[in-house]
């Protein structure tokens, strides 16, 4: 079965450097997500991206984020200057639909840890 | 805005059926998701609803009413795996709010 990957599965960084979270999502899916979920919090979304651009972002998703799809298959989030604040597990997620019914998956995710 | 409510804990016995409510505001809902996870790991999805009514998939089962804003998932012939965070997440427009989740403890 076609599942979301993500690299790297963990990734520690100093305050103020820069990350990029790679996500692979399923290949016959147009819509893509970046969600985030603080340690013992709810999931948040952050951005979601179609047709090569972004269709939408919430207010967490502020000028330090940014997407992209450089290739055509996958598909990445960039934090400019780390906060601590931004030490959380990010969700790639896709998503299809087919008819009246709906799917979007997750993949495993990157925790991310801002020292 | 929107504002999603599911209690935030039970506990239910090996074997047995649980139903876990979720109560949502939403201005612009698409339909309904539930998810399972496990800690420290990504959701996983269960089901899908946009139609009001009942969608059943082996042991779990998944009900909308739409004019109530109410969703229930339930669980039969629990097993220990199934202990777990069952988030509820609803679509506004094309992304998914999700609830804080409800952690369901299975006990022997």
């Known amino acids: 079965e076609p599942e979301v990957t993500q690299t790297p599965s963990h990734q520690v960084t100093q305050m103020g450097q820069e990350v990029i979270l790679r996500c692979v999502p399923i290949s016959n899916h147009l819509y893509f997500y970046w969600y985030r979920q603080i340690l013992g919090q709810k999931v948040e979304f952050l951005v979601s991206f179609y047709n090569n651009e972004i269709s939408e972002k919430s207010e967490i998703f502020d000028d330090q984020f940014s997407v992209e799809r450089p290739d055509g298959s996958n598909f990445t989030l960039k934090i400019r200057s780390t906060k601590l604040e931004d030490s959380a597990m990010y969700f790639c997620?896709?998503?299809?639909?087919?008819?009246?019914?709906?799917?979007?998956?997750f993949g495993p995710g990157t925790r991310l840890l801002v020292l | 805005g929107q504002n999603i409510d599911q209690p935030t804990e039970m506990t239910a016995t090996e074997g047995a059926i649980v139903q876990i409510n979720c109560t949502y505001q939403?201005?612009?809902?698409?339909?309904l998701f539930w998810y399972q996870q496990h800690a420290g790991e990504a959701p996983t999805f269960l089901s899908y609803?946009?139609?009001?009514g009942l969608e059943e998939k082996g042991r779990f089962s998944s009900f909308l009413s739409r004019s109530k804003g109410y969703s229930y998932l339930l669980l039969k012939e629990l097993q220990m795996k199934d202990s777990a965070s069952y988030l509820c997440a609803v679509t506004d427009g094309n992304k998914l709010v999700f609830g804080a989740g409800t952690i369901l403890r299975v006990k022997s």
């Open positions: 609803n946009v139609l009001d």
């Open positions: 997620a896709s998503r299809i639909t087919s008819g009246a019914q709906e799917t979007q998956y």
């Open positions: 939403t201005s612009g809902f698409n339909g």
